[in-house]
């Protein structure tokens, strides 16, 4: 029998708004008004068991260590039974919501209705806000369901209406609105070009600390990439395939993406290589830009194929960039499981995060996690995001356990394709005086996310690498600094139309997909999927992972800009920025918040046994 609305009530965990306390209360939502909501519902066995089982599967020397299991598999072992939802369903159509859907794994439940039913469900006013900008309405204390049926439900989502916006991690924009290259001089691989003279060859730059620096690198390409990381290997992701989401999709990436590769030595796609699963339709572009997400998944691709040029790119597009629709996308690569390893180069702090889509996003973690595939998150390019949130945090989902955050570096390489130096990364910008003599201190400008995590407690496999009592961000960290990015190639509009050309990019997400490219042959190698990479990744620390040691090769290199974005016609800015120095993150030797156990060499590729 459904619960009655009249019994005992349980309160719900992740239900109350973080954000109560930091928005303006507008008065009682009106009984009237619409709402929509997903009650998710409790795995079998309960989602404590659920870790643990995702923990093992995952944990070398664990019995059940490479069991994964294929989604048939996971449903019928874990997920919510069809009597559950019947249970759920009847109490919530007795308190008058209506139910709309149920998600084809049992993972929720969808109802919609209005505010008066949703307060008699869930035992909680529901109020009127200003919150960032925006009147919007949500409960006002934790929800409640009947003590008989509280069990059966992890989070309610919906009910709390503020739109959650995931950002792309690039530190460029990508493209910018006006389309991008890259002024000369710049180096072909670290320290070629010593920044002596401007770009007319005749007028003198400005010593720093006393030295001549480098000018910066026209970006890496796939060659120089695969040497620096993967040495002498033969493996090349054959057989394995990379997911990636993003929102939106680019519609020139097949062919942007072939021609990069064919120009840079990445090898042309095979006939079905690279596939987009999209939507039918997209939604709220007006918050979420999607330009700006073309250019992240056209970084995202070529830099997968850059690591791995023989690995199958399978890229979901999100209907937008709010939280609801990259769950939605995330079930979908959960639910299709033709994926080993997933990059995701989008983020935002922890504090905005509320902690009913935490509880959902984790679901679909723990489910892929026993699935055999692995998630990579960006760390962010903020740094200890004091200075752009007024706290020092880190940024979900990088932060969550059951995902290998990626930090950054700055790395060097040299003429010969090997990794001569690499520093964490962290940048101070400098301009060139008005007389031209001198370099004038901006501040910091950006750096890899990384501190300790204010939702989750240390994981055991951190145990004994990290102090403290909480999860420590990032894992693992690959070249993410724009003075030493990568240069991809895009098809963007320009004062003179609209055209293909290619242009240096960095931050966290260019090293979650040089990561995840990275970790497929791994895969390769070891002919299995790996499920989550953390406990390999810290017991095989000291071989697989480079420490670095927070040494640059220099004190910092000069970029050329075009002060128009695209060309010499509006004269040429010249800016200094400098390596190491991660707003109050400290590289050390060992673990450290910028580069976490360091960037993989090529043990890394035998390290999946």
Known sequence: MPANADEPTKPIP???????????????????????????????????????????????????????VTPDQYRARYAPTDSAVQNVEGYLKAAGLVVTGVESSNRYISVSGDVAAAQKAFHAPIARYRHNGRNVQAPSTSLALPASIAGLVTTVTGLDTSPHVVKPASSTPAPPPAGYRNARPCSTYYGQVAAKLQADFTTPLPKFQGKTVPYAV?????????????????????????????????????????????????????????????????????????????????????????????????????????????????????DQDKVSVVSNSWSDVEEAETSDSVAAYEQVFLQGTLEGISFAFSSGDNGDELATTGIKQVDYPASDPYVTGIGGTAAGIGADGSLIGEAGWGTSTYSLSANGKSWVNGGFLYGAGGGSSSLFNKPAYQSGVVGGAARQVPDVAMDADPTTGMLI?????????????????????????????????????????????????????????????????????????????????GGIAYVLRTFGQDSSLAVTRGYDNVTGVGSPNANWLTALK
Request: glycine share 12%; with cysteine; hydrophobic share 35%.
């Open 14 to 68: 992740h239900s109350k708004p973080a954000w109560l306390g930091k928005a303006t209360h507008l008065g009682t939502a009106a009984g009237s008004a619409a709402t929509t909501a997903k009650v998710y519902l409790a795995p079998k066995g309960g989602v404590d068991a659920l870790k643990a089982a995702a923990l093992a599967v995952s944990t070398p020397g664990s019995p059940t260590y490479g069991a994964f």
């Open 489 to 569: 190639g895009e098809t963007q509009t320009f004062s003179d139309g609209v055209s293909y050309d290619e242009y240096r990019i960095g931050g966290t997400s260019l090293a979650s997909p040089l990561f995840a490219g990275m970790t497929a042959l791994a895969i390769q190698q070891a002919k299995h999927d790996a499920g989550l990479l953390n406990p390999v990744i810290y017991k095989d620390r000291s071989s697989a992972f480079t420490d670095v040691v927070g040494n640059p090769l220099d004190a910092g290199n000069v970029r050329s800009n075009y002060s128009n974005s695209e060309n010499a016609g």
């Open 218 to 334: 026209c970006g890496y390409t796939g060659p120089q990439l695969r040497a620096a990381y993967e040495g002498s290997t033969a493996l090349d992701g054959t057989g394995v395939t990379v997911g990636i989401t993003d929102a939106y999709a680019a519609p020139t990436i097949a062919s942007d993406a072939n021609r990069y590769a064919v120009n840079h030595g990445d090898g042309a796609y095979a006939r079905g290589q690279l596939t987009q699963v999209t939507p039918s339709t997209y939604t709220n572009q007006d918050l979420c830009d999607p330009s700006g997400w073309f250019g992240e998944e056209t970084l995202d691709v070529e830099a997968v194929h850059a690591m791995a040029p023989a690995a199958n790119i399978r890229y979901y597009g999100s209907q937008s960039c709010l939280d609801e629709d990259f769950l939605t996308t995330l079930g979908k690569v959960v």
